[in-house]
């Protein structure tokens, strides 16, 4: 018959916690792995459709500048990012005489 000393039993005991504790682990990375992927996929798809509605939209206006230029509009857009336009003053009335007059 096969005889266990108790070192024995505890060096069992020891190495199935061992393996217990390794297999609970890799379940739980498991599912972590799971669920980002899953989460991956929801950003994914919702990236997916802001772009198609910045695409839409951007063909949109791109349709309503050919529009506007195609009916002989001056471009809005010459003056560039650099050349703000210059802010309204009111003109001078006889009621509102504080007021600067319009150059």
């Keep these: ?6 070192r024995d039993v505890l060096w069992l005991t020891v190495v199935v ?3 217990v504790s390794w ?3 890799n379940k739980r ?15 994914r798809a919702a990236r ?3 772009l198609a509605v910045l ?4 063909a949109t206006q791109e349709r309503e ?14 003056r560039g990012p650099g050349r703000p336009m210059k802010p309204l003053r009111p003109r001078p009335t006889p009621e ?5 007059p319009n150059p």
């Design 1 to 6: 018959m096969f005889r266990f000393t108790i």
């Design 17 to 19: 916690g061992l393996g």
């Design 23 to 25: 297999w609970v682990d």
């Design 29 to 43: 990375i498991e599912k972590v792995i799971a669920t980002l992927e899953k989460e991956g996929q929801q950003q």
């Design 48 to 50: 997916d459709d802001e």
């Design 55 to 58: 695409r839409e939209l951007q």
């Design 65 to 78: 500048y050919s529009s506007l230029m195609g009916r002989g509009l001056p471009d809005l857009l010459s």
């Design 96 to 100: 509102n005489t504080d007021a600067e």
